[in-house]
């Protein structure tokens, strides 16, 4: 044998260990499960180079950090048998990827066990439940109650129904359901889920928008007959307030025409008693103003009053 066999054979072995690649890379945020002719014999957790059996062991890689799922829109009936459209988002991450790898294999595998076990879970949850335990997550409108009281008309009448879980514990609610039959068997954490909509279904929706068009309505009118009511009350007062002004101002211009009258009396007393002939005379005169005008006729005697002065002054 020749001497340089052994240093070939090493050679040998060396090239054919790096030709089959005997090391992998876990990077950060991976860890990995390897396994020898399908069986899974250790996981690794940390980041680093790794070394494995050539041609023997498998690597297979999984997923640290945090993971998204996204659920499909689903109708679905709640406990007073109102038709909503529920969608649901959620975080998830491999916890044990031993069990996630014996469960069920790839991250593909996992969605569709996820799909399965969120969608009962949230399915449970809405058909145990009434509409408003989806819709509100406090009683803060019915303790405002007194507050909202003028407006009323604009608030659905459910709205000041008194809730008994609301959205938040019922979504932590199935949280957990669903946490109890993931972790155990699959190797998941399921760590957050989120309601991204809950609406109603077309015919529902219509008639609640129906309501509001009507309860609107109702309060427009309802605006609209105060309105006028109180137009009338502020037409009534400014009548009364109107007629007191006449009234106070007719009293005080009798007042002032009285004293002027008394004072035009004592004037003409005064003068009547200075010259009584010049006093009857104007006084005479005044009636002739009054009482004759370029249409008038009059016929009476000489001897009269009425016509003394007149005759006076006759040629």
Same mark, same amino acid.
């Given at each position: 044998?020749?001497?340089?066999?052994?240093?070939?054979?090493?050679?040998?072995?060396?090239?054919?260990?790096?030709?089959?690649?005997?090391?992998?890379?876990?990077?950060?945020?991976?860890?990995?499960?390897?396994?020898?002719?399908?069986?899974?014999?250790?996981?690794?957790?940390?980041?680093?180079?790794?070394?494995?059996?050539?041609?023997?062991?498998?690597?297979?890689?999984?997923?640290?950090?945090?993971?998204?799922?996204?659920?499909?829109?689903?109708?679905?009936?709640?406990?007073?048998?109102?038709?909503?459209?529920?969608?649901?988002?959620?975080?998830?991450?491999?916890?044990?990827?031993?069990?996630?790898?014996?469960?069920?294999?790839?991250?593909?595998?996992?969605?569709?066990?996820?799909?399965?076990?969120?969608?009962?879970?949230?399915?449970?949850?809405?058909?145990?439940?009434?509409?408003?335990?989806?819709?509100?997550?406090?009683?803060?409108?019915?303790?405002? !109650? &007194?507050? $909202? @009281?003028?407006?009323?008309?604009?608030?659905?009448?459910? /709205?000041? *129904? %008194?809730?008994?879980?609301?959205?938040?514990?019922?979504?932590?609610?199935?949280?957990?359901?669903?946490?109890?039959?993931?972790?155990?068997?699959?190797?998941?954490?399921?760590?957050?889920?989120?309601?991204?909509?809950?609406?109603?279904?077309?015919?529902?929706?219509?008639?609640?928008?129906?309501?509001?068009?009507?309860?609107?309505?109702?309060?427009?009118?309802?605006?609209?007959?105060?309105?006028?009511?109180?137009?009338?009350?502020?037409?009534?007062?400014? !009548? &009364?307030? $109107? @007629?007191?002004?006449?009234?106070?101002?007719?009293?005080? /211009?009798? *007042? %002032?025409?009285?004293?002027?009258?008394?004072?035009?009396?004592?004037?003409?007393?005064?003068?009547?008693?200075?010259?009584?002939?010049?006093?009857?005379?104007?006084?005479?005169?005044?009636?002739?103003?009054?009482?004759?005008?370029?249409?008038?006729?009059?016929?009476?005697?000489?001897?009269?009053?009425?016509?003394?002065?007149?005759?006076?002054?006759?040629?």
């Amino acid at each position: 044998m020749n001497k340089n066999t052994p240093i070939i054979l090493v050679v040998v072995v060396l090239a054919a260990l790096l030709f089959a690649n005997p090391f992998y890379i876990v990077k950060e945020g991976q860890q990995a499960i390897i396994t020898m002719f399908g069986e899974p014999k250790r996981q690794i957790r940390s980041a680093g180079l790794k070394f494995k059996i050539p041609l023997v062991e498998k690597v297979n890689y999984f997923e640290q950090r945090i993971l998204e799922w996204d659920g499909y829109p689903t109708e679905i009936p709640t406990k007073d048998k109102r038709y909503i459209w529920i969608d649901t988002t959620a975080r998830w991450k491999i916890v044990d990827p031993l069990k996630f790898f014996q469960s069920v294999s790839n991250e593909r595998g996992a969605q569709a066990i996820l799909d399965g076990i969120i969608d009962a879970s949230v399915r449970d949850a809405v058909t145990s439940q009434k509409l408003i335990e989806f819709v509100r997550s406090s009683n803060r409108l019915v303790e405002r !109650q &007194k507050d $909202l @009281k003028k407006d009323k008309e604009f608030i659905d009448a459910g /709205a000041f *129904e %008194i809730i008994k879980m609301g959205r938040d514990e019922i979504r932590k609610e199935i949280i957990q359901k669903a946490q109890g039959d993931l972790g155990p068997r699959y190797g998941i954490e399921l760590l957050d889920l989120r309601i991204k909509r809950a609406n109603y279904v077309e015919d529902v929706r219509r008639k609640v928008y129906d309501r509001m068009i009507a309860e609107r309505n109702r309060a427009a009118a309802q605006y609209r007959s105060e309105g006028r009511g109180i137009r009338a009350e502020v037409e009534g007062r400014t !009548q &009364k307030e $109107l @007629k007191a002004i006449q009234s106070e101002a007719y009293r005080q /211009a009798q *007042e %002032i025409k009285g004293e002027a009258d008394g004072k035009a009396a004592k004037i003409y007393a005064d003068a009547y008693s200075r010259d009584q002939n010049f006093y009857s005379f104007l006084k005479t005169l005044d009636t002739y103003k009054n009482t004759i005008d370029k249409d008038t006729v009059i016929i009476m005697t000489t001897e009269g009053d009425y016509f003394k002065y007149l005759d006076q002054i006759s040629p």
